[in-house]
């Protein structure tokens, strides 16, 4: 595999369900985004993961919980979700230099989950 | 606060045409800026980047962008357009020493035989 992976690449889930979206990154980055895309609204970044630590969340509902066990690998679960939550999700990497601070110009994107709320 | 602004949700040109996509961006500051290519049912792929090296900024699959302070903008052109270039393109943002991308809302990009 290469580059930012993401799955399932479709979901549909019922409001009460319980499911989790589930993206991989293998370019060697250590910092994690997810997005949420939206017909006719911009992409809304949601949270930020730098070194496995959240450092930013857009006042995101709890019904969204992520997870970032190791550098790689970024989770987002989902609980009791509203049908106003179906959206493309897209998770994103890019890397920063510990030391310096630096941090790379772009991100990459997986190919996202489409996900439906019924 | 940093932001782009993209002029007109929906461009059409005849292949072989100029294509031609608007960005202004809103910044205190020399930003970076991006041009993001979003195929159906795909996530966004960079097509270019201006990082203050050249104002003039090639990318992949032709396109080109020109970086123009004194009118705040990063159009997006490509001299002659194919119908594989059909797709929704983004215009995005982000400020040195920050983290954050803000992107555009979008263009989709039209082309007809």
């Known amino acids: 595999e290469t580059g930012v992976t993401q ?6 889930m019922g409001m009460t369900n319980k499911k989790s979206l589930k993206c991989e990154q293998h370019l060697g980055h250590n910092a994690m985004y997810w997005y ?3 017909a006719k609204k911009p992409l809304e970044l949601m949270f930020v993961y730098n070194f496995k630590e959240q450092t930013e969340n857009n006042s995101v509902p709890s019904r969204f919980s992520p997870e970032c066990p190791n550098s790689s690998h970024l989770f987002l679960h989902l609980h009791t979700l509203q049908p106003e939550d179906s959206a493309l999700y897209l998770c994103a990497s890019s890397h920063l230099f510990r030391t310096s601070g630096r941090i790379s110009y772009e991100q990459y994107f997986g190919p996202g989950t489409r996900l439906t709320v019924t | 606060a940093q932001s782009v602004t993209q002029l007109g949700s929906h461009v059409s040109v005849s292949e072989g045409a100029l294509v ?16 993001y290519v979003q195929y159906p049912n795909q996530g966004l792929q960079l097509l ?5 090296a050249a104002t003039l900024v090639k990318g992949i699959n032709g396109f080109e962008a020109e970086f123009k302070k004194s009118e ?6 490509k001299p002659s357009a194919h119908m594989s270039d059909a797709a929704e393109y983004f215009c995005a943002v982000r400020l040195t020493g920050f983290q954050k991308l803000v992107f555009g ?8 035989p």
């Open chain 1, 7 to 12: 799955t399932p690449r479709h979901l549909v």
């Open chain 1, 36 to 38: 949420k895309q939206s």
């Open chain 2, 20 to 35: 031609l996509l608007r960005c202004n961006y809103s910044s205190s500051v020399p930003p970076y800026l991006f041009w």
């Open chain 2, 48 to 52: 270019l980047k201006y990082t203050s």
């Open chain 2, 72 to 77: 705040t903008s990063f159009h997006l052109t």
């Open chain 2, 105 to 112: 809302t979008g263009t989709r990009l039209l082309v007809s």
